[in-house]
């Protein structure tokens, strides 16, 4: 019933007035003002992280784009993947030149809980994914999706659990689809649509590098507010400011 749920929320895009995820404005689903809120580029920094691969979220999870994430996520509002998609297009070509990465990328979504998945009809990371894939690809930017990490059922929903529970309900969790992982040597980027304690993205990229994957990038639309670091692609060493080392609970 997948194409069904498809069809029938194309169906009621087409049906109802248009507003604006982030602000409510008549006549657009993203409008110029409320993009500026995702066309940022910061390097997010947790204690679950290290220093590498680097990590970055393009805008902060509150105000418009946290309003437009979960319309998009939880709200099924799918005709949002289209600008979504594009901001992850234009960080993760700043990202490459950041960094001089190659051309080409091979995207991981997050992983998302089957069940999760299904209500949404369908892994919401993926589809932005394939989207922005495409994009890339038409502009001589040769990239590809592998849906190669799913989270085990289970794991419960990480909304409401601090750090701690986090990881602890993460741990061993995150899993592989074998048969489904990029080419070795591929140049990866996890994309993910929040990044919060960064539990999800460490498990992930502990995956990734135990079957030899390692990821060279994490990019997600939004991280919740914490002292990252605003990236200014014209500085001479693409830094902005500068934040104190990250707070390590109860450390
Ligand atoms: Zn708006």
Known sequence: MHWLAEGLSGLVD????????GCRRAGTAWCADCARELGGLHRVARPLLGPQPPVYAL???RGAARRAVLAYKEAGQRHLAAPLAEHLVTGLRVITALHGFDRSWWLVPAPSRAIAARRRGGAHMTRIAHRAAAALTASGWPTAVADCLVTASTAADQAGLDTVE???????RVLARTGRFPPRGAQIVLVDDVITTAATAASSLAVLAAVGSGAAAV?????????????????PNGRGNSCPPPHVPGG
């Open 14 to 21: 087409l049906l109802l007035p248009l507003h604006c995820a």
């Open 166 to 172: 986090r990881v602890a309900n993460l741990s061993g």
């Open 59 to 61: 805008g902060r999870y």
């Open 219 to 235: 990019l997600s639309l939004t991280a919740t507010a914490d002292c990252d670091e605003r990236v200014d692609p014209d500085a």
